[in-house]
């Protein structure tokens, strides 16, 4: 076993170089390199970004710079779903694996083998139960996940069909049918994944309205819970917790890590968040706020008191 930092050409090539020298030809490539430093983009420093894109982009480019005179049978990146969807705060990984997935078709434009493989959650092994058995939490989206047993069929698959070019796993949500129409992730507008199933309310069978059904006489929503306020701090209540929860999925963050007496913007909301914010607070209360209300307001609980106001939250105090 070698070990190098194969984002530096030169020590890849000064390990590689005796060891070829004694050894058969290379015959296949799989790139598993990688680092995290998530952050929103906004407030992301130089040095997130490169270190994390350095394994993927600089690591995949050496890999296929020094292999060019070898006769590889499999070329396999292991890449992230997040290449084809993005995810908030993690920009920089997102781009990583792009590359990745440009690499891999390039390859094959040259008739040379390649497959980017956009990984979703692994469940077994890998980052997320490394860091999960340390006692880190780590945030992911609503995702089923994939087993070890799956990847490494995955990885077969990029062995027997070695001109794949780009393969993406992982799309198939853990969100209960009856949770959807309040929590779509935030790519369920794309029309590119319009296919599928979960995405589209109105393929949900009668089974899943009646378990819907039963389900709200335990849990309400927004408009039932303001309907229901007797006080206008009732209302407020009601509306800054459910308010949180919707941002913290848009930002991939914990809710316990978000403080309603900061601005939203504090936390590196953009316009683009801002726009999803203000159409589910219409929808959620039938209140209109501009993109304005919600990145300038001094706080979010400023933001949630004119939601308030304007919900008609003159209930007895």
Not at 7 to 22: E, H, N, W
Not at 32 to 37: C, D, E, S
Not at 48 to 55: A, H, K, V
Not at 103 to 129: E, F, H, Q, S, T
Request: with cysteine.
């Amino acid at each position: 076993m070698l070990r190098c930092d194969v984002s530096d050409y030169t020590t890849l090539s000064g390990v590689l170089a005796p060891t070829l020298k004694s050894f058969p030809p290379i015959k296949g490539v799989v790139q598993l390199a990688m680092t995290l430093n998530d952050s929103l983009f906004t407030n992301m420093t130089p040095e997130q970004w490169t270190d994390t894109i350095r394994p993927k982009v600089h690591g995949s480019k050496n890999l296929h710079d020094i292999t060019l005179d070898q006769p590889l049978d499999f070329f396999i990146l292991l890449s992230s779903l997040h290449s084809f969807i993005g995810n908030p705060g993690q920009s920089n990984y997102a781009a990583g694996c792009s590359y990745q997935v440009a690499l891999a078709k390039y390859r094959n434009a040259l008739n040379m083998p390649a497959v980017a493989i956009d990984l979703g959650i692994v469940g077994d092994v890998g980052y997320v139960v490394e860091k999960t058995g340390d006692g880190k939490k780590v945030q992911v989206q609503d995702f089923k996940h994939i087993s070890e047993k799956e990847l490494l069929a995955l990885v077969e698959l990029g062995i027997r069909e070695p001109h794949m070019g780009h393969l993406v796993t992982g799309l198939d949500s853990a969100i209960e049918s009856t949770r959807l129409a309040a929590e779509k992730p935030f790519f369920a507008r794309d029309l590119v994944l319009s296919h599928l199933e979960y995405l589209r309310p109105h393929l949900h069978t009668s089974s899943a309205t009646t378990a819907s059904t039963s389900s709200s006489s335990s849990a309400l929503g927004l408009a039932q819970q303001i309907a229901a306020s007797r006080t206008s701090e009732a209302v407020h209540l009601a509306i800054e917790t459910a308010l949180i929860k919707k941002l913290s999925r848009s930002l991939m963050m914990d809710a316990s890590e978000i403080d309603a007496s900061r601005a939203m913007s504090s936390y590196g909301a953009d316009s683009l968040v801002a726009v999803e914010m203000k159409n589910w607070v219409m929808r959620e209360t039938r209140v209109g706020v501009s993109v304005f209300d919600v990145l300038q307001s001094g706080s979010i609980g400023e933001l949630v008191g004119r939601i308030v106001e304007r919900v008609g939250g003159g209930k007895e105090d």
